[in-house]
């Protein structure tokens, strides 16, 4: 079966449109090591066998519930309730595409209606975005938007934001002449905005919180610093669980509040898909990429949804556009709505509780085992540890049984050896954390 729908004569024409000869002209600038020549594909298996074979691939993995995983570092493990599953694989919303007719795609618009208002509550913000591929690009979007705001071209982020995001923010500003500057941490844990006193020429200053340490940054405090210099207060989340139980940056004086959802309700899955969340005061509604669905009543005074905002380039001169969103991310979102709302504010609450509480366990034994806690900021679910020089070993060791201890900071901070970070979530047992301590005593 034929899916190109050209015939070669017509591709023929194409190419020497174009000024090339052959198809594969066309991806001359990609490096010849990263192109694939062929695929080394297995020979045709029975349903059965296929099964058999995904399943061997997917042992091949080291993952829950198989491994004990304390790690999070921006992916976390959380249990996923099964009507987030079903709801989310409807036919009405799998096949779904992105509203492009908002009069036709009531349900849709409905569902993005109600992500945005669940999401703004947990932000403590006044609106949200639908949403963005993910926390590293709802950050940078951020970024982007003070930038525009304020017409300034100089920004600071905070050390102790997660090195992966800083890399996307650093790709995303790359082109421009946007300065942007690296601020350290203190010995608590915590982001050292004392070097940013007096500098009136920053568009906004970026933390995190939790941050790339765990540590609970103190917004309110933070809050004023930035404010003193007015430059716009962005915060930042890869647990998005936290504010739950933390109050929200919104709350706490944040002008924008991005971070990463993927704890409500998605699967870790090799690290994506993600979903970026994004919200701001309302005063900041036309700056904000993406889109923003409205509720109001038709002329029978019925409920209807309706697309309120949209700055995507089919709406809007292409050179004005400033969104990133895209169709799979909405399902995201939905899976995130429909996980909020299982839960509720209750069940948030108490989860994000169990999370706290579990963390502080493991924190307070392995501090009474002989091991050091470097920082003293409060923490969520994850914390740094420091552990003995040679303890590669003892992490290889532990791997071979299934244990998974925490991310090695240091390739990230070269400048702190020994030391990891260890997360626990609802799914890690009281059996599993004193597994662990007895583990890396030995």
């Known amino acids: 079966m034929r899916y190109l729908p050209h015939t070669e004569e017509e591709i023929a024409a194409m190419l020497d449109l174009v000024g090339v000869k052959r198809l594969d002209d066309l991806f001359s600038s990609i490096p010849d090591n990263c192109r694939k020549k062929s695929l080394n594909l297995p020979d045709a298996m029975t349903e059965w066998e296929l099964n058999l074979h995904m399943d061997s691939l997917a042992e091949s993995m080291a993952g829950p519930p198989a491994y004990k995983v304390f790690l999070g570092a921006g992916r976390y493990d959380h249990f996923i309730p099964a009507s987030v599953t079903h709801l989310l694989n409807r036919s009405e919303f799998v096949t779904a595409y992105t509203p492009y007719q908002p009069e036709m795609s009531q349900g849709t618009l409905q569902a993005i209606y109600e992500y945005q208002t669940l999401a703004a509550r947990l932000m403590g913000v006044d609106l949200a975005t639908a949403s963005h591929y993910d926390g590293a690009t709802a950050l940078a979007e951020a970024l982007l938007m003070a930038v525009r705001k304020t017409k300034k071209n100089k920004i600071a982020v905070s050390g102790l934001i997660h090195p992966a995001w800083l890399d996307v923010v650093n790709t995303y500003f790359a082109p421009g002449d946007c300065e942007i500057i690296r601020l350290p941490w203190t010995k608590e844990g915590r982001t050292d905005l004392s070097v940013i006193e007096k500098r009136e020429d920053l568009a906004a200053v970026a933390i995190q919180s939790p941050n790339f340490f765990g540590c609970i940054e103190d917004l309110k405090a933070a809050g004023k610093k930035i404010d003193a210099i007015k430059a716009l ?70 409920p209807g949804f309706v697309l309120t905002l949209a700055t995507r380039e089919q709406h809007i001169r292409r050179e004005k556009a400033t969104s990133n969103i895209c169709s799979n991310n909405s399902l995201c979102a939905l899976a995130a709505v ?105």
């Open 233 to 302: 207060v962005i915060v930042s989340f890869t647990e998005a669980l936290a504010y739950g139980l933390l109050k929200s940056p919104g709350n706490c004086g944040a002008d924008i509040v991005c971070g990463e959802g993927q704890s409500l309700g998605l699967p870790q899955a090799f690290g994506g898909p993600g979903l970026g969340m994004l919200g701001s005061r309302s005063e900041f509604m036309r700056l904000l990429p993406g889109r923003l669905v409205g509720r109001t009543k038709d002329i029978d005074g019925m």
């Open 338 to 442: 429909i996980y909020m709302a299982s839960l509720g504010g209750t069940g948030i609450r108490q989860l994000a509780q169990l999370n706290h509480d579990k963390a502080q366990y493991l924190k307070t034994e392995l501090k009474k085992a002989g091991f050091n806690i470097p920082y003293s900021s409060p923490v969520f679910n994850e914390f740094v540890v420091e552990f003995q020089p040679d303890f590669k070993k003892i992490y290889d060791r532990l791997l071979e049984k299934k244990i998974i201890a925490g991310l090695n900071i240091e390739p990230y901070f070269p400048e702190l050896p020994g030391r990891y970070l260890l997360c626990v979530t609802e799914t890690i047992t009281k059996k599993d954390m004193d597994a662990l301590i007895k583990e890396v005593q030995l």
